[in-house]
């Protein structure tokens, strides 16, 4: 099993530039999320899906769009990226029941120039 | 969103035992501590969570004070794959269809010595 995986693991953008960040997860964990860290922070939740065809805001959502496209995927899309949102965005999933650990993936570091 | 305080930075020895303090004298009832950890440059990793009662797993003990204002994560023999960031974390409102949304503060930075 791969787990939790994150396209890409690096990339730069301009100011005003879009881009999607891929996640997927092959753990058949209904519940995923979107996280942004910040230099010396703690991480903060950007959006999140408890389960397929549902998404609800997080912490910090201006800026950003998602889509569940299906149980296993789940994106984060930038629209007009601003240098704001230079960050490193972990996405992660969990189960419904249990201990609903978050497991978590590699992390993408973006920066915005 | 109950707050959690921890020590900014810790330092232990290899082979020591590590004793991670969290502070969360806010805590509401139905609120589970959870201790997530995060290794240089990598995302977080689940270390374990507890209710009221101690608890083991294979890698960490939690020891939950009697009135659950307060907790602590023991390592019981550190190595160096240990040295990361410990965050404390109180399970954030109710959960949506079984989504946790997980609050995040700055934890503690355990470095381990040789």
């Known amino acids: 099993n791969a787990g939790v995986t994150q396209t890409p693991k690096f990339q730069v953008l301009k100011t005003g530039q879009s881009m999607t960040l891929q996640c997927a997860q092959d753990?058949?964990?209904?519940?995923m999320y979107w996280y942004r860290q910040d230099p010396g922070m703690g991480l903060r939740l950007i959006y999140y899906?408890?389960?397929?065809?549902?998404?609800d805001k997080g912490e910090v959502p201006n800026g950003y769009n998602v889509s569940r496209l299906n149980k296993r995927e789940f994106s984060l899309r930038l629209e007009s990226a601003a240098p704001s949102q230079t960050s490193v965005y972990f996405c992660?999933?969990?189960?419904?029941?249990?201990?609903?650990?978050?497991?978590f993936g590699p992390g993408t570091r973006l920066t915005v120039l | 969103d109950a707050k959690t305080t921890q020590p900014n930075s810790m330092e232990s020895n290899e082979e020591e035992p590590v004793h991670l303090p969290c502070n969360h004298s806010?805590?509401?009832?139905?609120?589970?501590i959870h201790w997530y950890r995060q290794l240089p440059s990598q995302g977080p990793e689940y270390v374990i969570h507890?209710?009221?009662s101690n608890v083991n797993n294979r890698m960490a003990s939690l020891a939950i004070a009697e009135d659950r204002k307060s907790s602590t994560l023991i390592l019981h023999r550190a190595t160096l794959r240990d040295a990361a960031v410990y965050y404390c974390?109180?399970?954030?409102?109710?959960?949506?269809?079984?989504?946790?949304?997980?609050?995040f503060g700055q934890g503690t930075r355990l470095t381990i010595n040789p």
């Open positions: 992660a999933s969990s189960e419904v029941r249990g201990n609903r650990e978050q497991f």
């Open positions: 753990m058949n964990h209904n519940s």
């Open positions: 899906s408890a389960s397929e065809g549902t998404t």
């Open positions: 806010t805590i509401s009832g139905t609120d589970y």
């Open positions: 507890g209710l009221t």
């Open positions: 974390i109180l399970r954030a409102g109710v959960l949506i269809q079984g989504a946790q949304k997980l609050v």
